[in-house]
């Protein structure tokens, strides 16, 4: 069977099921529901006190920069064993897991794949 690329486009718009997508990072109004996960035990208990409420959830949403994968990867340090991870959920009922570390660092993703890296600081 051949397929021409109208069929293909045709085929395409059938099969992408749209999924739910709210922008991100969103805004702290937004978010209606907060669970943080338990913190995983470290090797080091210098980073024990690190907790993340929802608060702390709100100021990152307010005031953290969205930077790209490979920045928030390579032009930022890393905590090691410090994350602290958790759900959100948002008005539009939208699920949201995100991932703090100590020092300025977070991210944001949905389940549709969509993720935002953010920092405390940008760098140029």
């Not at 702390?56 to 005031?63: A, F, G, Y």
């Not at 928030?72 to 009922?93: C, E, I, M, P």
């Not at 995100?98 to 949905?110: T, Y």
């Amino acid at each position: 069977m051949r397929l021409t690329v109208r069929r293909a486009l045709v085929v395409l718009a059938c099969v992408a099921i749209p999924v739910s997508a709210v922008a991100l990072p969103p805004s702290c109004d937004s978010v209606v529901s907060f669970v943080a996960d338990p913190p995983q035990r470290a090797p080091s208990d210098h980073f024990r006190d690190f907790t993340v409420k929802q608060a702390d959830l709100c100021v990152i949403l307010s005031t953290y920069y969205e930077v790209t994968e490979d920045q928030w990867l390579h032009a930022y340090h890393h905590v090691a064993f410090a994350d602290r991870t958790g759900t959100a959920t948002l008005k539009d009922g939208a699920a949201l897991k995100w991932l703090v570390r100590p020092g300025g660092l977070a991210k944001l993703s949905q389940a549709n794949g969509v993720t935002v890296f953010l920092a405390r600081e940008k760098h140029n």
